[in-house]
């Protein structure tokens, strides 16, 4: 890793460093077609460049000319597209909004932004696959959390996941730490409770995205965005009377 990319400047939207307790936060990634980008574990992503140098600094200088520029991708090898919906919380709930996108068949990111918080939502034809932006909800922490793994098995993974850039879903997979069964369970609880989180805001801007999907298939499967809707109220509920 070159001088230049040990300095990256934190995110702007999550404020992460470029090491954090999971191993590395930000780094550098590049496109099917010759251009890059710096993104960060949130699933923000700098200004798109057409060389390594001219994006890191494009981060750093935090040049970007439209909010817009910082999108989400989970670690998509697509370039930036234009938003197909955005708003605000005020006028549509959240759970109108993911109606919208169910009942539209969507695939891509929906993202949400209040203040400094961001969270992302990835859709495959209407239905829910991943969630991410969240520190305490990285799919590791859950699966340290509920047991499927231990701590050092944990440390592990991130090592693994940083060395091949692969997610760590399938780290997991390929060390047999957990089964498809299990990571189909532990992705189920991170989309849940960040959807659950995401309907208590109020307020809020929201932007959809069209992207390919770029999954590895196992573990995952698609969640029916109503179903999920309804959990999440079950939990809330649960939560209100506790």
């Known amino acids: 890793m070159s001088q230049q990319e040990r300095d990256f400047k934190s995110c702007p939207f999550c404020d992460a460093q470029e090491y954090g307790d999971e191993g590395i936060r930000l780094r550098l990634i590049s496109t099917s077609d010759g251009y890059f980008a710096v993104a960060c574990y949130c699933g923000a992503a700098g200004p798109i460049r057409d060389s390594e140098e001219k994006a890191i600094e494009a981060w750093n200088r935090r040049h970007f000319s439209q909010r817009e520029e910082t999108h989400y991708q989970f670690n998509s090898s697509f370039p930036l597209r234009q938003a197909s919906l955005k708003g605000n919380l005020r006028s549509f709930d959240f759970s109108m909004v993911l109606q919208i996108v169910s009942k539209g068949q969507k695939t891509g990111v929906l993202y949400f932004r209040q203040g400094e918080e961001v969270r992302a939502l990835h859709l495959r034809d209407g239905n829910l696959i991943a969630a991410g932006g969240r520190e305490g909800l990285r799919l590791g922490q859950i699966g340290c959390g509920r047991g ?22 399938e780290v997991l997979l390929d060390l047999a730490y957990v089964n498809e069964d299990d990571l189909r369970e532990l992705i189920r609880h991170q989309i849940r409770e960040i959807v659950l989180e995401l309907s208590c805001w109020k307020e809020g801007d929201f932007e959809f995205r069209d992207y390919p999907v770029e999954f590895d298939e196992r573990g995952i499967e698609d969640i029916n965005i109503m179903r999920i809707i309804l959990e999440a109220a079950a939990k809330k509920d649960e939560r209100a009377a506790a």
């Open 148 to 169: 499927f793994i231990s701590q050092e098995q944990l440390q592990e993974v991130l090592v693994q996941a940083k060395k091949s850039g692969r997610r760590i879903g």
